[in-house]
């Protein structure tokens, strides 16, 4: 698979999360991936992304019944001087020319807590691939 390509990232808030984002990262490739491509794609995006974190780790791929690929991963997140364990939701998918990874990212305390406002976030996404990427 070539280079990315055109890129638009979005990042959005978590309502009811202190510091815990939804993100997507939005490419054009032409060529159709399978979904083996999709999966390495997704898992070399996390390593790059998160892997050098404490403690960084990724289940196994998922496959959904919607097309897209699941990986849930986690680590520590030392930044504000106190451990904090991260869980993390990434789905990538293809639809026409454009790649998505969607990502949630939140508090391993607060998951349960805000498992209604993540799910409802990963339920509305929608790529509409006739639109151009900016």
Partial sequence: MGGWGLRLVLFAAIQGATGSPAAVDLFQQAEQQSEEQLTTLLQNFLKK???TNQDFSMDDPKPQSDGSVLIVWSYTDKSQGVDVD????SFVEQHGDKVSILTTLVPHEQF????????SI?????IDDSSALP
């Fill in 86 to 89: 991260m869980t993390g939701n």
């Fill in 122 to 126: 990963i339920r509305s996404y929608k």
């Fill in 112 to 119: 349960d807590k805000l498992l209604e406002s993540t799910n």
């Fill in 49 to 51: 992304s998160f892997g």
